[in-house]
Structure formats: C-alpha cells, structure tokens
C-alpha cells in the first residue's frame, strides 16, 4: 500500500543525497597546475574530472587532435580555473558581479596567452604524438629487434641523433632531430609513416 511518510522521507533522502553528491564533488576538485606532466595510467577523462576543466579545453590548449591519446611525459597545461573555484566569486551583489566579471576578463586573458604560447611551441605535437603513440605506445623501453625507445630508432640513427637512455626527453629530442633531418617536419614523417608503416 502507498505510504505518503514512507515516500517523502525517501525522497528527502535522495534530495539530501544530491546536495551532499553536489558538494562532495566541488570539493573534490583541486587547482590545475599551470604544467602537468601526464602519468601512466592518465587520461584526459580522468585528468578533466580531477581538475575540473573540460577535455575540449585541454585538448584546445595543448593542441591535441585526438583526445584519446596522450603519452606519458608529455606536458599539458590547464590554462583555466576550476568550476570549484569559480563558483564562490559568483553573487548577486552588484559589487560581487563586477568583481566576479573582472576575474573572468583575468582568467580569459590567461588562457588567450597560454593557448598561443602552447600552439608554437607544440605545433608538431599532434603528429609528433601520433609518431610516438604507433612506434612504442610511449614507453621509453620498447624494443623491436635492434629498434629501441619512444622513436624506434635504429642503433644507426641512436649513435647520430642520441637518445640511447632511458630518459624521457632524450629519446624525444633524438627523435625530433631524425625526423628534422630526414623528413623536415613532424606532419611528413607522419605522413609518410601512415603511406608505408614506418618512417
């Protein structure tokens, strides 16, 4: 039988639920680091849902074509503040209103100039990152026969361009120098990886 009690106090109870979901969330979320080094494990879902900033404006402001891929090492930034962040400053004072618009105009600024400083700096990144993501799935151990690293780089190409270490960012400036000398550009040596399988 219908109980009236039974049923409000339920729906309290979801209602009270929500709220405390609501704020358990908000709170959860913690400032983005204005450079964020992406971890094993990382997405762009997961970095989104940490950060609260959205995966199309991390994608937007580190030039990433394909927000399913990105590899561990590479530098992203979050050029934007945190929902959590931004929901105190909202008021409906009219002091409140400017003070909070001036924040706004602030954090847009910001983002112009970090979008801009991350395009030139990362314009090969998305070819660059597709290059890594086919070689070795970014792991600076991959080996295939005497092909090893982020690049694959033969034991030829490793005594010219470098990156016979385990580190990171040598095999990626290795890389980048075989590919500068062979093929120009990132975007061509994709190009030509995609027409043959390997570059």
């Given at each position: 039988?219908?109980?009236?009690?039974?049923?409000?106090?339920?729906?309290?109870?979801?209602?009270?639920?929500?709220?405390?979901?609501?704020?358990?969330?908000?709170?959860?979320?913690?400032?983005?680091?204005?450079?964020?080094?992406?971890?094993?494990?990382?997405?762009?879902?997961?970095?989104?849902?940490?950060?609260?900033?959205?995966?199309?404006?991390?994608?937007?402001?580190?030039?990433?074509?394909?927000?399913?891929?990105?590899?561990?090492?590479?530098?992203?930034?979050?050029?934007?503040?945190?929902?959590?962040?931004?929901?105190?400053?909202q008021s409906t004072t009219t002091e409140?209103?400017?003070?909070?618009?001036?924040?706004?105009?602030?954090?847009?600024?910001?983002?112009?100039?970090?979008?801009?400083?991350?395009?030139?700096?990362?314009?090969?990144?998305?070819?660059?990152?597709?290059?890594?993501?086919?070689?070795?799935?970014?792991?600076?151990?991959?080996?295939?026969?005497?092909?090893?690293?982020?690049?694959?780089?033969?034991?030829?190409?490793?005594?010219?361009?470098?990156?016979?270490?385990?580190?990171?960012?040598?095999?990626?400036?290795?890389?980048?120098?075989?590919?500068?000398?062979?093929?120009?550009?990132?975007?061509n040596a994709w190009a030509h990886s995609?027409?043959?399988?390997?570059?």
């Amino acid at each position: 039988m219908f109980n009236i009690k039974k049923t409000l106090t339920i729906a309290a109870g979801v209602a009270g639920a929500f709220a405390f979901g609501g704020a358990h969330a908000s709170a959860d979320t913690t400032t983005a680091p204005s450079d964020y080094v992406v971890q094993s494990g990382d997405t762009l879902n997961k970095l989104s849902a940490k950060y609260g900033v959205s995966v199309d404006t991390i994608a937007t402001n580190n030039n990433i074509s394909n927000v399913n891929l990105i590899i561990v090492g590479q530098h992203l930034s979050f050029a934007t503040a945190t929902k959590a962040a931004a929901t105190p400053a909202q008021s409906t004072t009219t002091e409140a209103a400017a003070t909070s618009t001036t924040t706004t105009t602030t954090t847009t600024t910001t983002t112009t100039s970090s979008a801009t400083t991350t395009s030139i700096t990362g314009s090969n990144s998305a070819a660059l990152n597709a290059l890594i993501a086919r070689e070795s799935g970014g792991n600076v151990n991959a080996t295939n026969g005497q092909y090893y690293g982020l690049g694959q780089l033969s034991a030829q190409a490793r005594a010219i361009y470098g990156g016979n270490s385990a580190d990171y960012n040598d095999q990626l400036n290795a890389m980048k120098a075989y590919i500068a000398a062979r093929y120009g550009t990132a975007e061509n040596a994709w190009a030509h990886s995609q027409a043959t399988g390997w570059y």
